[in-house]
């Protein structure tokens, strides 16, 4: 009804907001679940070479609506090296989720009209992933905890999410044998940081 037009204009806001409830609540499940198999002692990962910048865009284009909703500026910074620099070997479904995840956290606590950046430097045996906001960061005490499960800073007990997120990245990351870290960043807000290895 909404694609069609036979919603009137009045109520249009109304069923959207209901359809993004809905679908925090359908990621909220999701991630449960996804933690669910993470605590079983299934470790096997599907590691193949891929293009973590390719990767990267793909993923960002499938948070456009978040992007969007609250006029964020997405800023790439991406090693301009021969595009085979990028490669990794890594489960492609797994970083897609860490990426997901981190990016997801970062467009909710940038604050409306905020900036997102995306960067990456390659060196011999790795590709650094940093993703940065400008929001209100996150207070020291709390960075050796901010990857702990359902931990929650007192900036985000208002906002949606499952507090799970960075969790399930950092547990994807160390699958991986690589590590992932949280810091202040240059804008004023999080930053996370991991690696991924090159073939």
């Known amino acids: 009804a909404i694609r069609d037009g036979t919603i009137p204009p009045d109520r249009y806001m109304h069923y959207l907001d209901i359809v993004k409830s809905e679908t925090e609540r359908l990621r909220q499940l999701i991630d449960s679940l996804f933690e669910q198999t993470l605590d079983g002692n299934v470790n096997t990962l599907n590691r193949s070479v891929f293009n973590v910048k390719t990767l990267i865009i ?4 499938s948070l456009e609506p978040l992007l969007q909703e609250k ?7 991406l090693a ?3 595009p085979a620099a990028h490669n990794v070997i890594a489960d492609e479904d797994a970083i897609t989720r860490v990426l997901s995840n981190i990016l997801t956290n ?7 009209s ?10 011999n045996r790795l590709v650094h992933v940093f ?6 960061g996150i207070p020291d005490e709390d960075i050796p905890q901010i990857f702990d499960r359902f931990y929650k800073v007192e900036r985000s007990r208002s906002t949606e999410g499952s507090g799970l997120g960075l969790y399930i990245a950092r547990t994807l990351i160390k699958r991986h044998g690589q590590i992932i870290r949280a810091y202040h960043s240059d804008l004023g807000g999080a ?3 991991f690696t991924l290895e090159r073939p």
């Open 58 to 61: 793909r993923v960002i284009n």
């Open 71 to 77: 006029n964020i500026s997405l800023e790439l910074q």
């Open 80 to 82: 301009n090296e021969d």
């Open 106 to 112: 970062a467009i909710r606590f940038a604050p409306q």
């Open 114 to 123: 905020g900036l997102v950046l995306v960067r990456t430097k390659i060196d």
């Open 131 to 136: 993703i940065e906001d400008n929001g209100e």
């Open 191 to 193: 930053g996370f940081a």
